[in-house]
Nanobody, 121 residues
Framework: QVQLVESGGGLVQPGGSLRLSCTASGIIFSIYSMGWYRRAPGKQRELVATITSGGSTNYADSAKGRFTISRDNAMRTVYLQMLSLKPEDTAVYYC???????????????WGQGTQVTVSS
């Protein structure tokens, strides 16, 4: 079993910043990639940013220049630093990892419960 614990969401004014964290625990041999997705009210879940074990990153166009994803492999933790937040960033943010439970085993996805980010004045 793998658990993802997210933190850092909340209410912030436009132009403000937040830092999300997500820590993975459980039966994990290795984590290939970690990332953040979000679902805004009335919309489908969408990619925000991902990062591989080697540090390669990928960002949605809406996140480029404002958000930074990073990870601490030893702590099995991924972060999302969000700057210059806009009302359209309001969403539930979900942490995702793709991991192996055993050497050479399949890669499985796991999702967190989500943390609410609200950008409003």
């Amino acid at each position: 079993q793998v658990q993802l614990v997210e933190s850092g969401g909340g209410l912030v004014q436009p132009g403000g910043s937040l830092r999300l964290s997500c820590t993975a625990s459980g039966i994990i041999f290795s984590i290939y990639s970690m990332g953040w997705y979000r679902r805004a009210p009335g919309k489908q879940r969408e990619l925000v940013a991902t990062i591989t074990s080697g540090g390669s990153t990928n960002y949605a166009d809406s996140a480029k220049g404002r958000f930074t994803i990073s990870r601490d492999n030893a702590m099995r933790t991924v972060y999302l630093q969000m700057l210059s937040l806009k009302p359209e960033d309001t969403a539930v943010y979900y942490c995702n990892i793709n991991y192996r439970a055993t050497v050479g085993g399949r890669i499985f996805p796991s999702w967190g419960q989500g943390t609410q980010v609200t950008v409003s004045s």
